[in-house]
């Protein structure tokens, strides 16, 4: 089992910036997959960022150039910096580890992201 724990989200007027933290505890195999998904509301959930194992990283067209994502391996903790953030980026914003290897993937709770004046 691998249980997840988010933190960082808020409320923050438009143009601000966030920092999303996600640390992932219990049996953490070697290679995984760790990333941010974002569900607003009335909408499916849809990737924001994911970072495999090595130093790549996939982005949503949508955030490309305002989000980067991190991860300290050390720490099994994946980050989201989030910035220029628009009222569209609102949604409750997921952390995800996925274990290919092993087929399994496990979700944070959520952690609520709202970009308003």
């Known amino acids: 089992q691998v249980q997840l724990v988010e933190s960082g989200g808020g409320l923050v007027q438009p143009g601000g910036s966030l920092r999303l933290s996600c640390a992932a505890s219990g049996t953490i195999f070697s290679i995984y997959t760790m990333g941010w998904y974002r569900q607003a509301p009335g909408k499916k959930r849809e990737l924001v960022a994911t970072?495999?194992?090595?130093?790549?990283?996939n982005y949503a067209d949508s955030v490309k150039g305002r989000f980067t994502i991190s991860r300290d391996n050390a720490k099994n903790t994946v980050y989201l910096q989030m910035n220029s953030l628009k009222p569209e980026d609102t949604a409750v914003y997921y952390c995800n580890v996925f274990f290919p290897f092993q087929g399994r993937s496990y979700w944070g709770q959520g952690t609520q992201v709202t970009v308003s004046s």
């Open positions: 970072m495999p194992s090595g130093d790549s990283s």
